[in-house]
């Protein structure tokens, strides 16, 4: 236990997101999105990986990991943080990885989030998703959208998460925060019962097959604000990922209560800082009248892309417009913007056009 306190202390004090343990060797931190090797430690045997996994759980989690071959839970350092694990097996070892989560209130604002984030917190009802790949901070945003809604209105918020990651206090909300494996078995199956627990607030930590995503629809549907995420790259791919749930036969059907339900998508991807750290980039796209007819119609969804381009009135914008501006604030390399833009070339033209910083576009050969 000591062993592995100390190493996520060590992760913590260096300001990094993840840390790796693997039999064979030596532990790895995520520093800024990068992975790396502390080779200043010994490799770790697969008694040692063993040890350090089973010194965090409890009997429970380790008859999961036991009966499942993998098991997810949060484990809490006091004076450090709060950590999400999942201890796997492979090639025979275990292996072990912990990811920080935040656990000091940050705003909306504090984030650096666009203000459209805000106002789909706000909603009074409706299907809300926050999308991006692992590490692109989709919790961390639920957690302040949930922060936000706890000391905005009276409601009631119930959350059901894989582990509970960020724990919050009721302030003008009662929130419920149930975990699976200890709380409920599935989310399916806190979903079949949440209705009757007078939710104003539901959120899902994430949609995972066809049974959670046909209940998040149907929540939303009754009049409750659902709150959840997808791993997927961007909104277009989030809403036919969502469709793709179900069977050809009720794929029109999908379409009519996205288009009825769908408040909005945020997609996440974070990119290292100038100044040090992580800075978000997020595309956003809101439900307008535009937007639903590209819902509820296969042959249009295609072109969900031109209106978050077109969308700024709305709050609307697409990654490379996130990336533009951060880039523009200074805040970014225009190597690390390139690197996530949709389309490099397309990114260097739309530089061009603006005319931005011409001397360190210059420097970097967009000119």
């Known amino acids: 236990m000591a062993e592995v306190d100390a190493l996520l202390k060590l992760m913590a004090e260096r300001g990094s997101s993840d840390l790796h343990l693997k039999a064979g060797s030596p532990p790895a931190i995520r520093q800024k999105g990068r992975l790396q090797l502390l080779r200043d430690l010994p490799a770790l045997d697969p008694q040692a990986?063993?040890?350090?996994?089973?010194?965090?759980?409890?009997?429970?989690?380790?008859?999961?990991?036991?009966?499942?071959?993998?098991?997810?839970?949060?484990?809490?350092?006091?004076?450090?943080?709060?950590?999400?694990?999942?201890?796997?097996?492979?090639?025979?070892?275990?292996?072990?990885?912990?990811?920080?989560?935040?656990?000091?209130?940050?705003?909306?604002e504090d984030l650096g989030l666009p203000s459209i984030v805000r106002q789909l917190a706000d909603e009074p009802r409706g299907l809300v998703l926050v999308t991006g790949t692992a590490g692109s901070g989709k919790t961390t945003t639920l957690a302040a959208m949930i922060d936000h809604i706890n000391h905005s209105r009276e409601a009631h918020i119930v959350t059901i998460e894989d582990p509970i990651e960020v724990l919050h206090r009721d302030d003008r909300c009662i929130v419920n925060q149930r975990e699976i494996g200890i709380d409920t078995d599935s989310y399916a199956d806190a979903l079949r019962h949440v209705v009757r627990q007078d939710p104003d607030i539901i959120l899902i930590g994430e949609m995972r097959d066809h049974e959670t995503v046909a209940a998040a629809l149907t929540a939303a549907e009754?009049?409750?604000?659902?709150?959840?995420?997808?791993?997927?790259?961007?909104?277009?791919?989030?809403?036919?990922?969502?469709?793709?749930?179900?069977?050809?036969?009720?794929?029109?059907?999908?379409?009519?209560?996205?288009?009825?339900?769908?408040?909005?998508?945020?997609?996440?991807?974070?990119?290292?800082?100038?100044?040090?750290?992580?800075?978000?980039?997020?595309?956003?796209?809101?439900?307008?009248?535009?937007?639903?007819?590209?819902?509820?119609?296969?042959d249009q969804t295609y072109k969900i892309r031109d209106a978050m381009e077109e969308g700024e009135y709305y709050g609307m914008q697409t990654f490379d417009q996130s990336l533009l501006q951060l880039y523009r604030g200074g805040k970014i390399t225009i190597d690390d913007a390139m690197a996530m833009a949709a389309n490099a070339h397309d990114f260097k033209i739309k530089i061009r056009q603006l005319g931005v910083q011409a001397e360190r576009a210059a420097e970097s050969g967009i000119y």
Request: glycine share 8%; net charge positive.
């Open 49 to 108: 990986t063993v040890k350090l996994a089973l010194g965090m759980m409890d009997e429970h989690q380790r008859a999961t990991f036991e009966h499942h071959l993998e098991v997810d839970f949060a484990y809490s350092l006091k004076g450090v943080g709060r950590f999400r694990v999942n201890v796997f097996r492979q090639r025979g070892s275990v292996g072990v990885t912990c990811r920080r989560v935040a656990t000091e209130r940050m705003s909306i």
């Open 222 to 298: 009754i009049g409750n604000l659902v709150l959840s995420t997808l791993h997927t790259i961007d909104a277009t791919e989030t809403i036919n990922r969502i469709i793709d749930f179900f069977p050809p036969y009720q794929q029109k059907q999908v379409r009519i209560m996205l288009a009825a339900t769908l408040k909005g998508i945020v997609s996440m991807r974070l990119l290292p800082s100038i100044n040090g750290g992580l800075v978000p980039a997020v595309e956003a796209l809101v439900m307008t009248g535009t937007v639903r007819e590209y819902v509820l119609d296969s």
